[in-house]
């Protein structure tokens, strides 16, 4: 919380639900959830659900960040699992961490939303080979383009639902 301070954010509190979320937003127009490091990362689940599956875009479509004290490839593979935009590992300077709060902000960002995820798009569409994951051998998923304004909030550009043959 200090370092969010620290970073000016106009408004740092502890989660205490969608609700004082929602409440939030309307004061600040992108609330960013960030995470401190947990000794089980799967425990953050049911929040990043509660977000991730928000009716609210505004809410929905907000940056989760966690910051990896001890990063593990087990911890970076659930936080990308649950939908979350960025894992911070330490050392956590306020300009590094700056750095990456700031890839969230004035860039289109690309998400999917599949039958087991709703996230930003983690392909590496270079490097990396092609995994089960990747082949989408049918079925419905959805498209989505964000942009993230700190002045205006978060816009939808585009919401293309697309059906793969099986």
Same mark, same amino acid.
């Given at each position: 919380?200090?370092?969010?301070? /620290?970073?000016?954010?106009?408004?740092?509190? !502890?989660?205490?639900?969608?609700?004082?979320?929602?409440?939030?937003?309307?004061?600040?127009?992108?609330?960013?959830? %960030?995470?401190?490091?947990?000794?089980? #990362?799967?425990?953050?689940?049911?929040?990043?659900?509660?977000?991730?599956?928000?009716?609210?875009?505004?809410? /929905?479509?907000?940056?989760?960040?966690?910051?990896?004290?001890?990063?593990? #490839?087990?911890?970076?593979?659930?936080?990308?699992?649950? *939908?979350?935009?960025? #894992?911070?590992?330490?050392?956590?300077?306020?300009?590094?961490?700056?750095?990456?709060?700031?890839?969230?902000?004035?860039?289109? %960002?690309?998400?999917?939303?599949?039958?087991?995820?709703? *996230?930003?798009?983690?392909?590496?569409?270079?490097?990396?080979?092609?995994?089960?994951?990747?082949?989408? %051998?049918?079925?419905?998923?959805?498209? %989505?383009?964000?942009?993230?304004?700190?002045?205006?909030?978060?816009?939808?550009?585009?919401?293309?639902?697309?059906?793969? !043959?099986?």
């Amino acid at each position: 919380m200090d370092l969010a301070r /620290r970073l000016d954010f106009e408004n740092v509190s !502890p989660f205490s639900g969608i609700a004082q979320a929602e409440t939030q937003s309307a004061v600040t127009p992108i609330c960013f959830f %960030l995470f401190a490091a947990v000794p089980d #990362v799967s425990a953050l689940g049911p929040i990043s659900d509660a977000i991730r599956f928000c009716p609210k875009s505004h809410i /929905r479509f907000s940056p989760l960040i966690y910051f990896a004290a001890n990063p593990s #490839v087990e911890a970076i593979t659930a936080c990308i699992a649950m *939908g979350f935009d960025d #894992v911070i590992t330490m050392p956590f300077t306020t300009a590094r961490v700056r750095e990456r709060i700031e890839r969230q902000l004035g860039r289109n %960002l690309t998400f999917f939303e599949t039958a087991g995820y709703f *996230g930003p798009d983690r392909r590496d569409r270079v490097t990396a080979p092609k995994g089960a994951a990747e082949t989408r %051998l049918g079925g419905q998923f959805r498209r %989505l383009e964000i942009l993230r304004n700190p002045l205006s909030g978060i816009t939808v550009i585009s919401d293309d639902l697309h059906m793969l !043959p099986s």
